[in-house]
């Protein structure tokens, strides 16, 4: 029997949370499902972690590469995955055990299904669940109206996605950048013919110290942004040439162009300067949607004067 779903979780360096997150996984009520673990040259016990697994369970296939970093990872798990579903997983994080019984209940004809998620600190004390309506099928154009405003939209995590969908459009996560979910997600979800989200906190995201999300080198925090950025460009292509209307009804564009502007609160002096120039030389504030008083009024604003916008919006 094919397996109805294939979880795909890249590993390196998360040996403390590689328990948890495995067990959540492989002891799910609903049982039609494979495990990708990709062991992305991790120098920690992580791979001898899986392997203990592996000789327990049946539906586990390990990946063993050198160091290639998350994008390469997820492409080879995607390679590898023979169901009809993918569901990412971060290693560090965890999921509900009733997860594919909840999407199972949503998911048939959907390429897209996007669940809700919960917050938390890494030693479980503190939690927010960033819970929404969701809303009923629609296309992915017109998903958009709804996607921004919530509290994650690009993140592949809080999604399962169809896979005959994924590899006919030749989806694949960028090599080498930070960001690559808001280089590729937005897309994936805009091109869809059918987007459905559900109420169900379905995923544990665990905020780690020293995790590639919250470092605080500030290097890194520069080269987020930039990488960002250019990732911006290629998303705003996309939309131009899928041929759709591209106007102040634009969702889309909006929910792109509003995550680069407000990326430039995590910058400073010169870097600051720099992003804010490239933000204006691409016409980014041009793509924010000003179909109310309240929007006009942000957007008038983020135009005048950013760094203002940036201390009293959020």
């Not at 390679?79 to 990412?88: E, Q, V």
């Not at 939209?153 to 459009?169: G, H, L, M, Q, T």
């Not at 997600?185 to 906190?201: D, F, N, Q, T, W």
Request: proline fraction near 1%.
């Amino acid at each position: 029997m094919m397996n109805k779903y294939s979880f795909i979780v890249p590993i390196y360096n998360t040996e403390k949370y590689l328990n948890k997150c495995l067990d959540s996984i492989l002891n799910q009520t609903y049982k039609n499902f494979e495990v990708i673990i990709i062991n992305d040259g991790s120098p920690d016990n992580s791979i001898n972690i899986i392997k203990d697994y592996q000789a327990r369970y049946n539906n586990i296939i390990v990946i063993d590469e050198e160091n290639g970093g998350l994008s390469v990872a997820r492409n080879n798990g995607i390679k590898a995955a023979t169901g009809n579903y993918l569901i990412f997983v971060d290693s560090d994080d965890y999921v509900e055990l009733d997860l594919l019984e909840n999407i199972e209940k949503e998911i048939e004809d959907v390429d897209v299904l996007r669940y809700q998620v919960i917050m938390e600190s890494d030693d479980g004390t503190k939690k927010l669940e960033c819970k929404e309506d969701g809303f009923a099928t629609t296309n992915g154009f017109d998903a958009f109206r709804y996607l921004g405003n919530y509290y994650f939209v690009e993140p592949a995590w809080c999604y399962a996605f169809k896979r005959s969908y994924f590899i006919d459009n030749n989806f694949y996560f960028k090599k080498g950048v930070y960001h690559e979910d808001f280089g590729l997600i937005p897309y994936v979800i805009y091109k869809a013919r059918r987007v459905k989200s559900v109420s169900y906190l379905g995923y544990h995201y665990v905020i780690r110290k020293g995790s590639i999300m919250t470092t605080d080198d500030y290097k890194k925090t520069v080269k987020k942004a930039f990488d960002m950025l250019e990732q911006y460009k290629t998303l705003r292509l996309f939309s131009k040439n899928m041929g759709k209307k591209n106007n102040l009804d634009d969702y889309y564009l909006s929910y792109i162009s509003n995550s680069v502007i407000v990326k430039a609160r995590e910058l400073k002096g010169d870097e600051k300067k720099i992003y804010i120039y490239e933000l204006k030389k691409l016409k980014v504030f041009d793509g924010v949607l000003v179909n109310t008083k309240k929007r006009r009024l942000k957007k008038k604003l983020m135009k005048f004067n950013l760094n203002l916008y940036l201390k009293v919006v959020r």
